[in-house]
């Protein structure tokens, strides 16, 4: 069993719709971290949390710390939100989920 | 600021060639992290880099080697060449123990 696992592994969506992406790990954490890769590889770190809530523009992230468990949530999905979301968990080192491929549809 | 860069961006090489990549972090930041991806195992740790000393490294065989330099750039080198070294290696900057900025990648093949 994976040390971070993630659901769903693909997601389909009509713009404006409500996105939620899970992330289950099984280690002690410090923080845990989302990114965002688009086609072509590029990585953009979205949040590091090591608690409760954080929010940036249509994101949200959630993190609960008994449960082990971080959501990633994006309000008014946009054909450009489209892209892989991972989550990593940050121990010594960051161990990453297998990533959520995410299409946005017009 | 300018961003991560990782130099080259593009690599060909042959089975049991050696290959070095390069990676300069953003400016005042002393961490730099490495990592591999590939389409069978994801992102995977390689190694970590902070003020010239190897703080953490993944489970990556010996062929796999690094190093910091006193300005905080950092060289990544894979001796003897294997198909499955074929990736997106990344390397990411941080002031400390702090949100990762990565680079733009090298894309690694191995013919």
């Known amino acids: 069993k994976n040390e971070v696992e993630q659901s769903p592994q693909n997601l389909t969506a009509q713009e404006g719709e409500f996105i939620t992406i899970n992330c289950s790990y099984s280690v002690g954490i410090s923080a845990l971290h989302w990114l965002q890769q688009h086609p072509g590889g590029g990585i953009v770190s979205l949040f590091m949390?090591?608690?409760g809530k954080k929010k940036h523009g249509r994101l949200i992230a959630t993190i609960n710390i008994q449960e082990k468990h971080s959501s990633l949530h994006i309000t008014a999905s946009h054909p450009r939100d489209s892209a892989v979301y991972i989550c990593a968990a940050h121990t010594d080192k960051l161990i990453f989920g297998t990533g959520t491929r995410l299409q946005v549809f017009p | 600021k300018a961003g991560v860069t990782q130099t080259p961006r593009y690599l060909i090489k042959t089975r049991g060639q050696q290959v070095t990549l390069s990676c300069s972090p953003i400016s005042g930041h002393r961490s730099v992290s490495w990592y591999q991806q590939t389409p069978g195992q994801g992102l995977q740790f390689l190694f970590e880099?902070?003020?010239?000393?190897?703080?953490n490294k993944g489970n990556f065989p010996g062929r796999f080697s690094g190093r910091q330099f006193s300005n905080s750039r950092s060289e990544m080198n894979v001796s003897t060449l294997e198909l499955g070294d074929s990736a997106l290696y990344l390397c990411a900057s941080s002031p400390g123990i702090d949100t990762q900025y990565f680079g733009p990648g090298t894309r690694l093949t191995v013919l």
């Open positions: 880099y902070f003020s010239e000393t190897q703080r």
């Open positions: 949390l090591s608690s």
